[in-house]
Structure formats: structure tokens, C-alpha cells
């Protein structure tokens, strides 16, 4: 993938959990980016847009935010539904794109 | 509420052809994009194809250039993904998503279908 996530994260109820995304000059650099929820056996859901806004319906405790050509995701006060896959994504200026997307992170609550 | 349903996945030999569908409600349709995206475990998350809120304007990953076509129609709330010279490497669960803002492209997706999945296999 363009770009680059840790394949696993983990954390206990209640805890703080950072995913992050590493990209380049010519995505996250450059563009916004957009997290992506999918739980398991379902679509992906829209997470964090523009870097760091929440569609409607999104709890507060998730949260996003980027700096030069990396961006994270937050998961502050873990519940035991938050156990899915994340998904960084940004525009590319390069021959990469459009639209690219980071491999995933698949998160365990513990 | 907004709702998008794909269909017309299934198995497929190497070099025929899939018509995917994706059957929309709850929302003005002629006013958004659409996309489709697909997903594999090996390869993750792939965009695949993008028409624009009227059809005047698609776009395409290289990967899929030449041999499939993105189409919608607005009178029937349905975007389709016509797939020809299907290849193993095809092989994906397909998505149809929405673009979130009216009358722009903003390249994310704000709503996804259930996805259908494509098979391609001798």
C-alpha cells in the first residue's frame, strides 16, 4: 500500500489507542486525509474527514489529526466495539492515484 | 436514510464480462458522484472508478483503463460498473460509495453498499 499502517494496535476498555499513517510529499504532504471504520463482515464506515472532522454521529472520542506527510487516528476510552479495522486514506498528485489507502489496522480490545 | 445496494457479483471465467449495479435511495441522486472501490485481503482497499454527479465527466484507476466502464443512471437512482476482459486479479469484494458533497468531488466516501463480491476463476 501507499500508504503505511501498523498491521495491529490493541488496548484494554477504557484506554487511549493512536493508529498511525506514513505517507509522502505527494498525498498526505499535500492532501487531507480520511479514517475509515469497517467492524467485522460489514462495509467500510467514514470515520474522520479533512484530517480531523467527524461526520455526525461519530463519538468525540475519536479524532484525527496530521503533520507534514504523516496523520493519525486517536481512540480515546476504548469500548469493546471499537475492535475493527482502520483505514488511512488520501488524494495523491502522483501516478499513485487518485485515491490511496494505507494497508489497514486491524485494533483488538483486549 | 441513504442507502446504496450493489448486485450482479458472482463467478467468472478470465477475459468475460460483470455488470455491477448498485441500486440507491434516500438521497438526491443526480446531485452526487459516485464511485466504486474494491476491496481484496491480500491488496486492501483499491478506488476503482468515479462519475461525476451528471455522467459528463469519469475517472479510472490504471489498473482497470480500458476495460471497465462506469455509467449511471439518474432517472433510476443506479450507478453500474460494466467489467470486461476480467482478470484474476479482479477478484474483489466491489463497493459502491458516495461522494460527499453535492455538485463537487471531494474523493472520499461518505456511504457504502453492502459490497458484492466478483470472482474471476477458471
Known amino acids: 500500500s501507499v500508504l503505511t499502517q501498523p498491521p495491529s494496535a490493541s488496548g484494554t476498555p477504557g484506554q487511549k489507542v493512536t493508529i498511525s499513517c506514513s505517507g509522502g510529499?505527494?498525498?498526505?504532504?499535500?492532501?487531507?486525509v480520511t479514517w475509515y471504520q469497517q467492524l467485522p463482515g460489514t462495509a467500510p464506515k467514514l470515520l474522520i474527514y479533512n484530517n480531523s472532522q467527524r461526520p455526525s454521529g461519530v463519538p468525540d472520542r475519536f479524532s484525527g489529526s496530521k503533520s507534514g506527510t504523516s496523520a493519525s487516528l486517536a481512540i480515546g476510552g476504548l469500548h469493546s466495539e471499537d475492535e475493527a479495522d482502520y483505514y488511512c486514506a488520501s488524494w495523491d498528485d502522483s501516478l499513485n492515484g487518485p485515491v490511496v489507502f494505507g494497508g489497514g489496522t486491524k485494533l483488538t480490545v483486549l | 436514510q441513504v442507502q446504496l445496494v450493489e448486485s450482479g457479483g458472482g463467478v467468472v471465467q478470465p477475459g468475460r464480462s460483470l455488470r455491477l449495479s448498485c441500486s440507491t435511495s434516500g438521497f438526491t441522486f443526480n446531485n452526487y458522484g459516485m464511485h466504486w472501490v474494491r476491496q481484496t485481503p491480500d491488496k486492501g482497499l483499491e478506488w476503482v472508478a468515479l462519475?461525476?454527479?451528471?455522467?459528463?465527466?469519469?475517472y479510472y484507476a490504471d489498473s482497470v483503463k480500458g476495460r471497465f466502464t462506469i455509467s449511471r443512471d439518474n432517472s433510476n437512482s443506479t450507478v453500474y460498473l460494466q467489467m470486461n476482459s476480467l482478470r484474476v486479479d479482479d477478484t474483489a469484494v466491489y463497493y459502491c460509495a458516495r461522494d460527499p458533497v453535492p455538485r463537487e468531488v471531494r474523493w472520499y466516501f461518505d456511504y457504502w453498499g453492502q459490497g458484492t463480491p466478483v470472482t474471476v476463476s477458471s
Open positions: 462519475v461525476w454527479y451528471d455522467g459528463s465527466i469519469k
Open positions: 510529499p505527494s498525498n498526505i504532504g499535500s492532501n487531507t
